[in-house]
């Protein structure tokens, strides 16, 4: 659906070259929610402005369908970008405008039919749980009711692309989830690809199919959301993901348990679905005559799948350790062994 492959994106500010964008490449298909994830300055702002050739790259290509936007005349990129809405941070609302004339504003530019606009707009504002207030001014909303007038009117011309840029940093936490959950109602009753950008990895896990990770103008890693959190492979994605799980075990305890000198390991073990509801602490006492402390737990949901993490001590026999984590292994569980707080 979207593929973008090697772009850059070199900026000029008073004879200083800036590049935002260093050889990206990403392939988003079609109906999924893709996410990238990048502190301030990272670079993924002006990449997904370059899906819709807001930005147009210093080099690379972006298709869309397979069409390649660099090929385009201005007239037919206008054609393209009617497909592709876009929601952004600030809303970008008409402030002298109602609510109602705000989400109609894309079907007057095409002259649509007054009744086929009217019914449009108010089928919108129904989805979005606003049809009682298109009347009402951008003044008189709250921030997540004009974010939700902001997704109503990107909806307007049937897009097949749904571009957020950082869609919810400016919402409160509660408000954040109801529209979170909105866009995840829209990709599934519309099939409407989106492609969102954030710096909180809470967007990430709740919504998004697959992510990439950025820095530096870089794509530093991607995949599908799971196998990141559960495998990270670099420091700033470990660094995202300790927002959920703060993995680190306080200092004073490993101090403790250096000090006691008994044998034993220290397992980091990634529960993926059904695997967390596995008596495997049990297993480990009974079947292998060992003795399993629990140093930290948590366990949250990644979309629609379960995916916990646990760190334990076990203490006992070496060969008893080792078969125990090969059976832990085979029951399909990620097992690490550390040896330290972090």
Do not use: W
């Amino acid at each position: 659906m979207i593929q973008l492959e090697a772009i850059s994106k070199v900026f000029y500010q008073n004879k200083r070259q800036i590049t935002a964008v260093k050889e990206a490449t990403l392939h988003i298909e079609k109906g999924e929610i893709f996410g990238i994830i990048g502190f301030s300055g990272a670079g993924k702002s002006t990449l997904i402005r370059c899906i819709n050739f807001l930005e147009k790259p210093t080099s690379g290509k972006v298709l869309i369908g397979g069409v390649d936007l660099g090929s385009l005349n201005e007239g037919q990129l206008r054609g393209v970008r009617r497909k592709i809405g876009m929601i952004f941070q600030n809303f970008n609302l008409l402030s002298s405008a109602t609510v109602f004339e705000n989400v109609a504003a894309p079907l007057r530019l095409v002259n649509a039919p007054k009744q086929e606009l009217t019914k449009k707009v108010r089928e919108l504002l129904e989805l979005v749980g606003l049809k009682e207030k298109e009347t009402m001014y951008p003044s008189q909303l709250s921030g997540g009711q004009k974010q939700r007038v902001a997704i109503a009117r990107a909806l307007a011309s049937d897009p097949e692309i749904l571009l957020c840029d950082e869609a919810t940093s400016a919402l409160d936490p509660q408000t954040t989830e109801s529209i979170l959950d909105l866009l995840l109602e829209i990709n599934r009753k519309y099939n409407i690809t989106i492609a969102l950008i954030t710096h909180e990895m809470h967007v990430i896990k709740k919504i998004c199919d697959r992510v990439a990770v950025m820095e530096n103008g870089e794509v530093v890693e991607q995949g599908k959301v799971l196998d990141v959190f559960s495998n990270p492979q670099k420091p700033i994605t470990k660094n995202f993901i300790k927002s959920i799980f703060d993995v680190n075990l306080p200092q004073n305890l490993v101090n403790k348990i250096q000090e006691e000198q008994v044998p034993g390991k220290i397992l980091r073990i990634s529960f993926i679905g059904d695997n967390a509801a596995e008596p495997i602490l049990a297993d480990l006492a009974t079947k292998f005559t060992l003795r399993p402390n629990i140093l930290y737990g948590n366990i949250t949901q990644i979309k629609d799948t379960t995916f916990g993490c646990l760190i334990i001590r076990v203490t006992g026999e070496a060969e008893a350790i080792q078969a125990g984590i090969d059976y832990l292994a085979g029951e399909r569980l990620q097992i690490e062994v550390i040896e330290h707080a972090d």
